[in-house]
């Protein structure tokens, strides 16, 4: 059987119209050993396209089949089944060791957050997003980190606008709003 949209869709067509007339099966045999021995490494997408394997699943939990009809559509599956979740075992046992980490900025160095290295999975796409994603998230630590210095020297600097009222100064600039306003000292006590 050649492994192609258009050959495993004949073989589906042919699959079912073999069940139809004969609800045992047993016409199926031989369609099934081809099946069987068919290369399908690498593409196992084209099967669930064509549908061939739903119909192979069919018959292999259909009630009124012959026994080796059944089991002849079982081993198909697990053929699949190999060849499906081989590459992911082989992708992880030959998976290099993943990249050290990047030295973490000086900025999360502070916060006592640690950055943790990528895990990698073997697809590149996902360890690309997955690498983004990360980096994302530390600079978006990083920036929280400079907002929170920020509030905490705008709390210092109305501390000494407080500690200068009571010391007499004339002017004292106080940040908000993002700009500069000047207050005069003496007559923001007196509103008080």
Same mark, same amino acid.
């Given at each position: 059987?050649?492994?192609?949209?258009?050959?495993?869709?004949?073989?589906?067509?042919?699959?079912?119209?073999?069940?139809?007339?004969?609800?045992?099966?047993?016409?199926?045999?031989?369609?099934?050993?081809?099946?069987?021995?068919?290369?399908?490494?690498?593409?196992?997408?084209?099967?669930?396209?064509?549908?061939?394997?739903?119909?192979?699943?069919?018959?292999?939990?259909?009630?009124?089949?012959?026994?080796?009809?059944?089991?002849? +559509?079982?081993?198909?599956?697990?053929?699949?089944?190999?060849?499906?979740? #081989?590459?992911? $075992?082989? &992708? !992880?046992? %030959?998976?290099?060791?993943?990249?050290?980490?990047?030295?973490?900025?000086?900025?999360?160095?502070?916060?006592?957050?640690?950055?943790?290295?990528?895990?990698?999975?073997?697809?590149?796409?996902?360890?690309?997003?997955?690498?983004?994603?990360?980096?994302?998230?530390?600079?978006?630590?990083? +920036?929280?980190?400079?907002?929170?210095?920020?509030?905490?020297?705008?709390? #210092?600097?109305? $501390?000494? &606008? !407080?500690? %200068?009222?009571?010391?007499?100064?004339?002017?004292?600039?106080?940040?908000?709003?993002?700009?500069?306003?000047?207050?005069?000292?003496?007559?923001?006590?007196?509103?008080?």
């Amino acid at each position: 059987m050649e492994v192609t949209e258009q050959g495993c869709r004949e073989m589906a067509a042919k699959l079912e119209k073999t069940t139809e007339k004969d609800p045992s099966g047993v016409g199926a045999i031989e369609l099934l050993k081809l099946v069987l021995d068919a290369d399908v490494k690498d593409k196992l997408k084209i099967l669930s396209a064509t549908k061939l394997s739903k119909v192979v699943v069919k018959l292999s939990k259909r009630d009124g089949c012959d026994r080796e009809v059944r089991d002849l +559509a079982e081993q198909v599956i697990q053929k699949w089944r190999r060849i499906l979740n #081989a590459p992911k $075992a082989s &992708a !992880k046992n %030959a998976a290099p060791a993943p990249a050290p980490a990047p030295a973490p900025s000086p900025s999360s160095a502070s916060s006592g957050f640690k950055s943790r290295p990528v895990a990698k999975t073997g697809e590149p796409t996902r360890d690309m997003v997955r690498q983004k994603l990360q980096q994302v998230f530390e600079a978006g630590i990083a +920036a929280n980190e400079s907002r929170l210095r920020e509030h905490e020297s705008d709390t #210092a600097e109305m $501390a000494q &606008a !407080k500690a %200068a009222r009571g010391v007499g100064k004339e002017t004292l600039e106080v940040r908000g709003g993002g700009s500069g306003h000047m207050y005069m000292a003496a007559e923001y006590a007196k509103r008080l």
